[in-house]
């Protein structure tokens, strides 16, 4: 079956700028998940959403990053007055439920120049 | 400080060779899961372990999570040039905390040689 996936797979941007980065978890996945993985990291976790609702958002670094899941399926994840250090590859995964494997997308290369 | 440390973090070697590769914290998790990532995509999970001293097999590769549930090993047997990739340890539930809310290490990146 599909898996999960995320657009746009690169996005290049200037400094300053909004970005909107989408995914499409898999479908009947309830809980949905962003990370950040910058350059020679592990992913960071950012948000994790159970349905529609941002259940813990503990790891956005700052009020710049917002996320929203309007339908409780696809999310889109929005980095506003972008900086370069959000330059990084985010993540996205979903899964069954928090206690279940979390499968990932392929991720979203940012780059801000 | 990096919550869980890996090592070594970079590794090449000839196909045929074992090698094993080394998660550590000093944080106690609920389970810690290997991932194994490949260019251009997203982490893939290759095992779970829940239990301390626990065991699991899949194939050429042996996972070990430690006694006191702070560290983890795996351990793969002729490698071959498709093992080649970034292993990455991932714990759940630091210190009694949420399962979801995985914390990573900095991966060791795998390359077997033909």
């Known amino acids: 079956g599909a898996g999960v996936s995320q657009t746009p797979s690169n996005k290049v941007t200037e400094k300053g700028k909004y970005v909107e980065l989408r995914c499409d978890p898999i479908s009947g996945h309830t809980a949905l998940y962003w990370y950040r993985q910058s350059l020679g990291q592990g992913p960071e976790f950012l948000i994790y959403?159970?349905?529609?609702?941002?259940?813990?958002d503990s790891g956005l670094p700052n009020d710049r990053f917002f996320a929203v899941r309007p339908e409780g399926s696809v999310s889109t994840l929005k980095i506003q007055r972008t900086e370069r250090g959000d330059s990084a590859v985010y993540l996205c995964?979903?899964?069954?439920?928090?206690?279940?494997?979390?499968?990932f997308g392929p991720g979203t290369r940012l780059t801000v120049l | 400080t990096q919550l869980l440390e890996q090592s070594p973090q970079f590794l090449s070697i000839q196909e045929g060779e074992n090698l094993t590769v080394y998660c550590n914290s000093s944080?106690?998790?609920?389970?810690l899961q290997w991932y194994r990532q490949e260019p251009g995509e997203g982490p893939v999970l290759l095992v779970t372990?829940?239990?301390?001293?626990e065991v699991k097999k899949l194939k050429r590769l042996t996972f070990q999570f430690g006694d006191a549930r702070k560290d983890s090993s795996l351990h793969i047997t002729a490698a071959q040039p498709g093992d080649t990739g970034l292993y990455l340890c991932?714990?759940?539930?630091?210190?009694?905390?949420?399962?979801?809310?995985?914390?990573f290490g900095k991966g060791t990146l795998l390359t077997v040689n033909p």
């Open positions: 372990v829940v239990t301390g001293g």
């Open positions: 959403f159970q349905g529609t609702g941002a259940a813990d």
């Open positions: 944080s106690v998790f609920s389970s």
């Open positions: 991932a714990g759940g539930g630091r210190s009694g905390g949420s399962n979801y809310k995985l914390t």
């Open positions: 995964a979903s899964s069954s439920s928090p206690e279940d494997t979390q499968y």
